[in-house]
């Protein structure tokens, strides 16, 4: 009994998952940013979407029917469960390696690793050379900076960003600084005041995180328990065929 109970909450997540990737998955690789032929993660309502090689997957895995879950969910230094996801690209840290990643929360959950952040503040800035003397050009489609432009156009409307955003994230990265007060825009005015109080709000920021850490730690437990049965379904089923 317990196995056909799995085994329908199986399809009817397959089921979902269909139905999100008809109505939200996006049309470009989350890696390389370009359009064509896609796999979309299959982790809850993830809409990010990949070239099979820009994943290290092979054209015959197209068809593959498992399970496949993609980097933003996954710690880039532990490789457990991510907690903070880079706008731009695959990049995400949990709250535990968060200070050993060059990374800046921006807003929630979201922010910028290092490299989309130094993309995005070149791009806005209309600079053509990048701080390691390399000539970059954002208008050109068939180079990776033109079509991360692109994508981050996309993001920075969805998102509401601006180029303060940025500049407050490279100052928090370059610092090796954690914490950034919650707000749905940067504003100068607001971080002032803000400042005044940074003591207690940054308590309050460390207590919610360590409850988001223990939530994290449960949630990949859960993840290895919900590994182990789908195992033994299918161990079980190979027997009775």
């Known amino acids: 009994m317990g ?27 989350f ?17 990010k979407a ?17 399970e496949w879950i993609c980097g933003w969910h996954t710690c880039l230094v532990c490789k457990k469960s991510s907690r903070y996801q880079c706008f731009c ?10 200070k050993d990643a060059a990374f800046a929360r921006v807003r929630g959950n979201k922010g910028f690793c290092h490299d989309c952040l130094k993309l995005a503040l070149l791009g806005e800035e209309g600079v053509e050379v990048d701080s390691d003397g390399e000539k970059v050009d954002f208008r050109d489609r068939e180079t990776y900076e033109g079509l991360f432009k692109e994508y981050w156009d996309i993001i920075k409307e969805k998102e509401g960003l601006t180029l303060e955003d940025l500049h407050n ?19 100068p005015d607001s971080l002032s005041k803000n400042k005044s109080n940074s003591d207690s709000d940054e308590y309050v920021n460390k207590d919610e995180d360590e409850e988001e850490e223990e939530e ?3 949630e990949h437990e859960r993840e290895e328990i919900d590994k ?8 079980i089923h190979d027997i009775v065929q």
């Open 228 to 235: 182990g049965s789908s195992d033994d379904d299918a161990g």
């Open 169 to 187: 994230a490279d100052v928090l990265i370059k610092k090796g600084e954690e914490y950034i007060p919650r707000s749905h825009k940067s504003n």
């Open 216 to 218: 994290e730690e449960e």
């Open 89 to 98: 690209c695959p990049n995400a840290v949990c709250q535990r390696c968060y």
């Open 50 to 66: 990949y070239h099979l090689e820009c994943v290290g997957k092979k054209e015959s895995d197209e068809d593959d029917e498992d």
């Open 31 to 47: 890696v390389c940013k370009d359009g064509g032929l896609l796999i979309v993660c299959d982790h809850k309502e993830c809409v």
């Open 3 to 29: 196995g056909k109970r799995r085994r329908e909450n199986k399809q009817k997540k397959k089921e979902e998952k269909q139905q999100v990737e008809e109505q939200e998955s996006e049309d470009y690789c």
